[in-house]
Every structure is written in C-alpha cells, then in structure tokens.
C-alpha cells in the first residue's frame, strides 16, 4: 500500500498458462512493489482441473493475495468476495505493521485486549471504506473462456457497482489476453466506473495460447506507467523531465 492507496492485480482465467514467463514469479515481483495479485479459476471438469487449479492458486500465494475456484454461475458474487477480501487482508497486514512498530516486534493483534481487538477490527473498516484503491482486471479470452465472457462481463460491472459506495476513490484498467497482435491487449485504461463494458467485450476476440506470465507483466509496465504520468502531474514537467517515448 502506498499514499493511502491499495494496487490490485484480479487474474480469471480458465486453463493453464503456455507461453512465456512462469506467472508465479512474476507475481512475486508484483508482490514486491505493492502490488497484490488475485485469481479467480473459472474452471472446468476434465483432466486439466487439478493443473489449473494449482496454477491458480500458486499465482495468487505468490502474489500474496486470495484465489478462488469458481463455477461460472457464482462468478459475480465471487469476484466481489475475493476482491474485498484481499482489501481486508492487506489492511490487516498494514496495520499490523504499525502496531509491530509500537508494540515491539513479535507482537500480534491477537495479544492484544478484547477491547483492543475491537478497535483494530474497527480501523481495518474504516479504512476498508476510505483507502483508495485500484484494480487491473486481466482476462483470459483463450478460446475455451468464449461461452463465459458474458458472465465475465456482468461481474465486473456487478463489482463496479458494489463498490461504488466507498468514499475511497476507485479506478480500474481492463487487459484480455492473449491480444489481436500481441501478448495482451488493453481493452479498458484506468476508469472510476465499469459501467460500459458492452461494447468492450463486444470487440474481444478469443482463442490462441494463453501467456498467463507476459500479461502480469503487461499490468505491471501500466501500473509502472501510472506511477510515472503521477510524478510528472506533481512535480510539472520542468521540474521532472520524462522523455515523451516513455508514454
């Protein structure tokens, strides 16, 4: 977490990456710069389930976030979960950072009081409603995810709509994978709202390989993108000169 603000990576895919990096550590060096990554597996029945489901859930403890394995028809609820959930995991982990700070290494929220207990509990929600946060969504489009990308569709505007009664400000980028040309394709940049993903996913295509690996790094360079349009927007563009080829 930095500035107040949560950076999420949310990965649904249905089957097991092919093509170039290992996702897994490419999740750890999501990790690594503050950024969690999430997985839910819209799985099917076969001999490939045990494969991607631990694929799934490898990416996602590498990424130090949450991973689900869902039927499609829970999909919506799911990704509301998982995306909240991780929220409420990662506060924790800031604010048992802090109290570590002053309480002394080794100290855990559960030696503190009941009372105490209940005050954490109740900052972690606060907190919950108030933090910034972001959220780029990574979609599998390999050829088998075809018949659900409907449901794809709705849930992430279901997940929009949920929580858009934060105070915190919310803002989400849409990838699918693998693109037209390339690894990935950037469907969607950094918006408060999902409310008009029709005509997005009307426009995605589906089949190929599936480069689970390249299209976390693809989240990455745009999250790393982000970071640097900020620092130029704070400090002017005479004061913090980024070559324009950067963007």
């Known amino acids: 977490m930095n500035h107040g603000k949560i950076k999420q990576i949310l990965l649904l895919t249905d089957g097991c990456s092919n093509q170039g990096e290992d996702p897994a550590a490419v999740a750890a060096f999501a990790r690594e710069k503050g950024i969690t990554v999430n997985v839910i597996g819209v799985l099917d029945h076969g001999s490939a389930r045990d494969h991607g489901m631990q694929e799934v859930e490898n990416i996602a403890a590498s990424g130090g976030g949450v991973s689900q394995i869902v039927n499609v028809d829970q999909l919506a609820r799911t990704v509301q979960m998982v995306t909240k959930q991780s929220m409420t995991h990662t506060l924790h982990g800031v ?5 570590s700070q002053i309480l002394g290494s080794g100290q855990e929220v559960d030696d503190l009081p009941p009372d105490k207990r209940g005050e954490v509990v109740d900052v972690v929600d606060e907190l919950g409603e108030t933090v910034d946060l972001d959220v780029l969504i990574l979609v599998d489009t390999s ?17 929009s709509i949920s929580l858009h009664s934060r105070t915190g400000e919310n803002h989400f980028a849409l990838f699918v994978f693998p693109g037209k040309r390339k690894d990935t394709e950037k469907m969607l940049d950094w918006t408060p709202e999902m409310n008009s993903l029709t005509g997005v996913f ?3 295509t589906t089949g190929g390989i599936t480069p689970t690996g390249p299209a976390l ?11 640097s349009k900020r620092s130029l927007k704070r400090y002017g563009e005479d004061e913090f000169p980024i070559e324009e080829s950067g963007f």
């Open 95 to 99: 604010v048992q950072s802090e109290l």
């Open 143 to 159: 050829a088998s995810m075809k018949p659900k990308l409907p449901m794809v569709q709705d849930a992430l505007t279901d997940l």
């Open 217 to 227: 790094q693809a989240a990455l360079q745009h999250f790393d993108k982000r970071l």
């Open 202 to 204: 009307q426009r995605m």
